[in-house]
């Protein structure tokens, strides 16, 4: 279908997603339009996607048996916090990463010994209820498996093409730690293992990769970020802005993420909320973008806060969770703990929007929980994968 001179395809590939979710039904003609590969393209290069909420999935502190069940807190202040599973993929599943609309998943562990056997990826598009899956050998619940998928870098008009990146840190023979990389590709439908490694003594910090431009970030209990490029198959380690974490009274609760293309290194600590972005990586040129102290939140937000400033002066006894705790970012938009609340947290503006209480999200919330950012999108899944490795699915509703 080529509608590009087409005044209906012009003025409809204008709006946003959600709107456009809406007006699918006013006739078939803008049902199939709506869907076409090519104004789905078309769609993406105007508006680009827009924030609508995050997932957050319960874990447990020292076993590694999974939690099926997560929580969907939409950014919509209409719209309330709902406890979900992903009931259209064939089993159960633990969230991994979003990237662009698409979500990476895994399935569960049910026993102890699940991560002796091969584990199926699936890669879907909640919204329209399609999957592709695909197997990896040997992944075992603190691997690390991030999706990068771009539709400007990649086009959809023809087909979905997504990487898939495994990160190992294993050890040599001098007792030196590095990081090796494994991609999977769609267009390919098969596994291979880069000759990139990356020396590094880090580990990797909430477990989920951060894709901007063609690169995707893990942050590290270091003072760097593991940065890896899936077209060129080259890693760096990028210099966090704050590097000496020891002048503050406890570390800091940190986490990255991704907005208006580049990525972000968010820190809460005694002195306030602090946020900055990437500039250059080669030279680690970072610029302050956004600062706030917690008294001036606390002043803003007499009835969420009460002695913030006050307590989070105070030295935490070992083994405490931090008082405050970045859990994601993306699009301007922080998603925070502080004490036992819930918060999104504005940067352009400073507003804070009440989400929930930690407890209503599950016994284990505290422990390290995997949360993600996530896009409303009409990106299609009809990937052609590859005929020859029979692991390699689409769910039988594709079309």
Request: glycine share 4%; net charge negative.
């Amino acid at each position: 279908m080529n509608n590009a001179g087409d005044i209906l395809f012009d003025v409809l590939s204008r709006l946003p997603t959600k709107t456009l979710l809406e007006m699918r039904f006013v006739s078939k003609a803008w049902h199939r339009l709506i869907l076409d590969r090519s104004f789905v393209q078309a769609q993406f290069q105007k508006c680009g996607l827009a924030l609508s909420g995050f997932m957050f999935q319960e874990k447990y502190r020292k076993c590694p048996i999974d939690i099926s069940t997560f929580t969907y807190m939409p950014i919509d202040a209409d719209s309330k916090v709902q406890k979900m599973v992903f009931g259209f993929l064939p089993e159960d599943v633990v969230i991994l990463q979003s990237c662009n609309g698409l979500v990476c998943c895994r399935s569960c562990f049910r026993t102890q010994h699940s991560t002796t056997h091969s584990t199926t990826i699936y890669v879907c598009n909640p919204l329209f209820k399609k999957w592709v899956s695909f197997e990896v050998a040997q992944l075992d619940s603190f691997s690390s498996i991030a999706l990068a998928f771009d539709p400007i870098l990649d086009p959809v008009n023809t087909a979905t093409n997504f990487k898939v990146v495994r990160i190992q840190q294993l050890e040599n023979e001098q007792e030196e730690m590095y990081y090796t990389f494994e991609i999977y590709s769609s267009e390919t439908g098969t596994w291979k293992e880069s000759s990139e490694v990356c020396y590094s003594d880090g580990n990797l910090l909430k477990n989920n990769g951060t894709y901007a431009k063609g690169v995707l970030h893990w942050l590290t209990d270091t003072d760097q970020i593991l940065a890896f490029d899936t077209e060129k198959e080259l890693s760096l380690l990028v210099p966090s802005p704050i590097p000496a974490l020891e002048m503050f009274i406890d570390a800091p609760g940190t986490c990255i993420g991704e907005s208006k293309g580049l990525l972000h290194f968010i820190m809460i600590c005694e002195d306030g909320i602090i946020v900055w972005c990437l500039d250059d990586y080669f030279e680690a040129k970072w610029t302050l973008k956004h600062s706030k102290q917690l008294q001036m939140i606390e002043d803003e937000n007499p009835n969420m806060f009460f002695k913030l400033y006050k307590i989070m002066q105070r030295r935490r006894l070992p083994g405490m969770e931090p008082y405050m705790d970045p859990w994601a970012f993306k699009d301007e938009v922080l998603l925070m703990r502080v004490f036992s609340t819930v918060y999104f947290y504005h940067i352009e503006t400073g507003k804070v929007v009440e989400v929930c209480n930690v407890a209503s999200l599950g016994p284990n919330a505290f422990v390290s929980p995997p949360v993600i950012p996530y896009s409303l999108s009409l990106i299609p899944l009809d990937v052609s994968l590859s005929r020859s490795d029979p692991n390699n699915n689409t769910n039988p509703n594709e079309n």
